[in-house]
């Protein structure tokens, strides 16, 4: 990547308004568009769906194929400088990209975290300095594998090397014969047996680093999830505890430099009792780019995850972060829409608003809707981000959403 920046509101050697581009248009992507445009840039999606969250605020939307070669030649066309909202763009199209414009993170990188094989490997090799370690685990890639499964790996959680998010490419096994039909029901594609571990809970780290290796990180923030799918984020003093919190940011930092990334980063850590009764982190996985559990960023940080992105992409300065306020995220999926009764939502009946009106008149909470066009169960359509009296107004907006109330 280049290290001269790209400066916001100026225009290009060819005389464009200077823009920023993203691959994939999804929530993740219209938070990073709507950074960019906050400080002048201008912004290209590509993103096939015309409907796309992020294409549709942005001023070019390139409506093709993530692999399609015009779509990317347009988008090179369009953009200084590329980014990615979504680990599974086909790395060939970043590796295109890449030959021609600044990408971040690189093709490279985004190839490790496509891949849970590589991922573990990665942070096996980032354990020596970081001193934490992934859950064991056993790459499962073939029958003579599945057959050399150590027996302590079990009871475990198989999961697929490529394509999983939000639980899902997952499967929860106890026995040898459980695990060989979970292996059949994946379509014996590569997978990773995880041991499965009793969590105290969770938690993760959003860091970003620019081209010239410098970095920062943001406050380390407790996760709580429901089936599968993240539902609550934490980020206070105490929140998670300072010693883990600490661990938490420098093996974050640690996994980042090794793969000379640039961009912003994403690390889910777990936290366990060890066999001594300490607390100990065990790393689970990465995501190359902004993540839910960072939204909290948005209203209590004097820096969000999505300018860090934009920061990074164009060469800006990284100043540490700031948090300014606590702060408590709240995932709105879909089926708020159809609640009390989600029953109402199987009869196809027409989704409701949530009370917003009355969530908003509680002090300290903002509202991030998607722009999806239709909500549906599980579905991420938004997020709240409650700043200041914290679990106090969390549980009356619990109530009010009709949510079951907090731990
Ligand atoms: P997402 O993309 O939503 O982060 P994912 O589908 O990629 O999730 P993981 O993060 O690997 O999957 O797992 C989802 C959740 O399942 C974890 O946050 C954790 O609650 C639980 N889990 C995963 N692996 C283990 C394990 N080895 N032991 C215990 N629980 C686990
Ligand atoms: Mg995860």
């Known amino acids: 990547m280049s290290l001269k920046p790209i400066l916001p509101g100026s225009t290009s050697a060819t005389g464009q308004q200077m823009t920023l581009g993203v691959m994939g248009g999804g929530q993740l992507g219209r938070m990073f568009v709507q950074a960019a445009q906050a400080m002048g840039y201008f912004t290209a999606v590509l993103d096939p769906d015309p409907a796309s969250p ?20 347009q988008l090179m066309q369009r953009c200084e400088a590329i980014t990615t909202e979504f680990e599974n763009v086909p790395a060939p199209a970043l590796v295109t990209l890449g030959a021609h414009r600044p990408v971040a993170p690189s093709a ?13 490997a990665h942070f096996v090799r980032c354990a020596s300095v970081s001193g934490v370690s992934p859950a064991p685990y056993a790459v499962v890639d073939s029958a003579a594998a599945l057959a050399a499964v150590p027996d302590d790996l079990l009871p475990g959680i198989l999961k697929t090397a490529r394509l999983g998010y939000d639980g899902k490419g997952q499967l929860r096994v106890a026995t040898r014969e459980a695990l060989a039909q979970a292996w059949a029901e994946l379509g014996q594609v590569v997978c990773v047996l995880e041991k499965r571990l009793p969590l105290l809970a969770e938690c993760s780290v959003i860091v ?23 539902m609550l984020t934490e980020a206070y003093a105490g929140s998670v505890p300072t010693a883990l919190a600490e661990r938490a940011r420098a093996s974050t930092l640690a996994i980042a430099d090794a793969l000379k990334y640039v961009g912003v980063l994403c690390v889910e850590y777990f936290m366990v009792k060890n066999a001594a009764g300490e607390d100990e982190l065990i790393v689970n996985e990465m995501a190359p780019r902004p993540h839910n559990s960072g939204h909290y960023t948005q209203d209590a940080c004097d820096l969000s995850q999505f300018e860090a992105q934009v920061r990074a992409l164009a060469g800006l300065p990284l100043p540490e972060p700031r948090q300014h306020s606590p702060a408590i995220m709240l995932n709105l999926l879909g089926e708020l829409w159809f609640e009390p009764n989600a029953v109402r939502a199987q ?7 949530p009370p917003w009106a009355q969530v908003l008149a509680l002090p300290g909470t903002h509202l991030h809707l998607y722009g999806k066009l239709s909500a549906r169960p599980g579905r991420k359509m938004g997020h709240l981000n409650i700043t200041g009296s914290r679990r106090e107004t969390a549980a009356k907006v619990l109530a009010l959403l009709g949510l079951p109330a907090l731990g």
């Open 208 to 230: 970003a680093r620019g081209a010239d290796g410098q970095r920062v990180s943001f406050p380390v923030q407790a996760n709580t999830h429901r089936d599968g799918i993240l």
């Open 108 to 120: 490279v990188c985004v190839a490790v975290a496509q891949d849970r094989v590589k991922e573990k």
């Open 54 to 73: 992020a294409g549709l605020i942005s001023h070019f939307h390139i409506q093709t194929a993530f692999d399609d070669e015009q779509g990317l030649a």
């Open 347 to 353: 009869r196809n009946e027409q989704p409701v608003s």
